[in-house]
């Protein structure tokens, strides 16, 4: 895990920059700023490597030849339950 910051006093022309490039590209405003810092500073740092599934937000679409094959398993078997 890396290291943590906190920056104050962000000017609104770089707040409204950095916001933008995350919505273009699909990227949390975190991992806009730590590409931009890489860049400033002319280092070439990996990625950060995340297990959590914020790639998928927004993702979802509706099918509903899905929704009907698994339309079954909604049933509940009264019988079963007794």
Request: hydrophobic share 40%; net charge negative; proline share 4%.
């Amino acid at each position: 895990m890396g290291m943590q910051y906190t920056i104050r006093s962000i000017p609104e022309p770089l707040d409204r920059a950095v916001r933008d490039r995350a919505g273009r590209e699909g990227k949390s405003i975190n991992a806009v700023v730590v590409e931009a810092l890489a860049r400033g500073l002319d280092l070439h740092v990996a990625g950060a490597h995340h297990t959590d599934l914020d790639h998928l937000i927004g993702t979802w679409q509706e099918d509903p030849a899905f929704d009907q094959a698994v339309a079954e398993f909604e049933r509940i078997d009264d019988d079963a339950w007794k």
